[in-house]
């Protein structure tokens, strides 16, 4: 079992940056791939970027590919998502999951584990 728990979220102004961090509990954090996912206000959540269980690979959606970052620390059980040129388009809340090494990264259905999420709020 993993757990995770984001935090980082918060108010920005267009044009800023924002670093959200997901701590996993449980020694399996390395042998999970990692990803990021978002869920505006009446929307559904949508794939945002992922990293596998080695730090090798990553992927990212169009919308905000050469803006934000992905990367992970196995030795301290912690995924990061470094968010910059934020646009009010990136309102929403940010979760991170985690799932099985292996296939598609960014296939919503291959991550068991879910964080509860952390509200990221740009103004224009």
């Known amino acids: 079992q993993v757990q995770l728990v984001e935090s980082g979220g918060g108010f920005v102004q267009a044009g800023g940056f924002l670093r959200l961090s997901c701590a996993a509990s449980?020694?399996?954090?390395?042998?999970?791939?990692m990803g990021w996912f978002r869920q505006a206000p009446g929307k559904g959540r949508e794939f945002v970027t992922a990293?596998?269980?080695?730090?090798?690979?990553?992927y990212y959606a169009a919308s905000v590919k050469g803006r934000f970052t992905i990367s992970r620390d196995n030795a301290k059980n912690t995924v990061y998502l470094q968010m910059n040129s934020l646009s009010p388009e990136d309102t929403a809340v940010y979760y991170c999951?985690?799932?099985?090494?292996?296939?598609?990264?960014?296939?919503?259905?291959?991550?068991?584990?879910w964080g509860q999420g952390t509200q990221v709020t740009v103004s224009s």
């Open positions: 990293i596998s269980r080695s730090g090798f690979s990553t």
């Open positions: 449980g020694r399996t954090f390395s042998s999970h791939d």
């Open positions: 999951a985690a799932g099985p090494a292996g296939g598609p990264l960014a296939n919503l259905a291959k991550y068991a584990h």
